[in-house]
């Protein structure tokens, strides 16, 4: 533990992470956010886990990606994340994280664990519903992400599938 977190008895890391959860703004990714985040693909380890983007994926995901979103998440008025996802359709009745993008300069400080969580609180499971996030093979870190908060995991031909029913 650190910062002085005791762990009581039966209290888990992700009890503990609530805990010390302060509430981010999460809004729908806008044209505003992009030169922000765009630079955040400097960073070689963001690059490599969430790919290039460019003026192509943001016309996209601005106007023509009906079945999900990217949603941009504030923390004292200071974008601090992205997160992508898919929602239920005709196709399948789970939800989707395409990816979690935090600002490099944050990372390995707990919050892409808090962003997941307050995601995962806001945005309900109907019953029988699910969510899903597919991981490459070479994104160690993106593998130990989901595997920390407890997702199961399963290989798929490129990826692993990872899973969490709430």
């Known amino acids: 533990m ?13 009890d503990i992470i609530k805990q010390n959860t302060c509430l981010m ?9 992009y030169p922000d985040y765009s630079s955040w693909f400097n960073d070689p ?3 490599r886990a969430l790919g290039p983007i ?7 995901i601005l106007n023509d990606d009906e ?4 949603l941009a998440v504030f923390l004292d008025s200071k974008l601090v994340a992205v997160v992508g996802i898919t929602l239920p359709h005709d196709q399948y009745d789970y939800r ?3 990816g979690i993008g935090v600002k490099p300069a944050l990372r390995n400080q707990g919050l892409g664990s808090k ?12 019953a029988g519903c699910f969510w899903v996030s597919y991981v490459e093979k ?9 595997e920390k908060h407890e997702w199961m995991k399963f290989e798929e031909e490129e990826m692993y599938r990872y899973t969490y029913s709430g």
């Open 45 to 47: 380890q963001l690059q």
């Open 54 to 60: 460019d003026e192509e994926w943001l016309n996209h």
């Open 67 to 70: 079945e999900g979103m990217e």
């Open 25 to 33: 703004e999460f809004r729908k990714f806008t044209a505003a956010d």
């Open 2 to 14: 650190k910062n002085g977190e005791e762990r009581s008895a039966g209290q888990s890391k992700t």
């Open 96 to 98: 989707v994280i395409t």
């Open 138 to 146: 070479f994104n160690f870190c993106g593998q130990a992400f989901f």
């Open 115 to 126: 962003v997941l969580l307050q995601l995962l609180e806001e945005v309900q499971l109907e």
